[in-house]
């Protein structure tokens, strides 16, 4: 029983952890995009959060354009998300 407790809690830290970190990477490219063209030129940041997650290419696989509802939807709650993929298999277990 202790054991499978323990690993439960191994398994909750991890996904806690990787929400943090998604939320880190929404609200920093929130910021990003706040700011106005003339400090960062002509590119698009949705990109940006898409390379840093890993997922840019399941991602264009989907959708057309990186924007905000897009990327926020997929990275979030899109099970075709490699590593949402991978909680939902290991939850289901």
Do not use: Q
């Not at 191994?10 to 929404?26: C, K, P, S």
């Not at 390379?51 to 990275?75: K, M, P, Q, R």
């Amino acid at each position: 029983m202790l054991s499978r407790t323990a690993e439960n809690l191994y398994w909750l830290a991890r996904y806690v952890e990787r929400a943090e970190y998604l939320a880190r990477t929404i609200e920093a490219t929130l910021r990003v995009t706040a700011l106005p063209n003339t400090y960062i030129g002509k590119t698009n940041e949705w990109d940006s959060a898409l390379l840093t997650a890993g997922v840019s290419a399941s991602f264009y696989g989907i959708y057309d354009e990186a924007d905000e509802h897009n990327v926020v939807e997929y990275l979030s709650f899109s099970s075709a998300n490699p590593p949402r993929s991978a909680i939902a298999s290991r939850t289901r277990g």
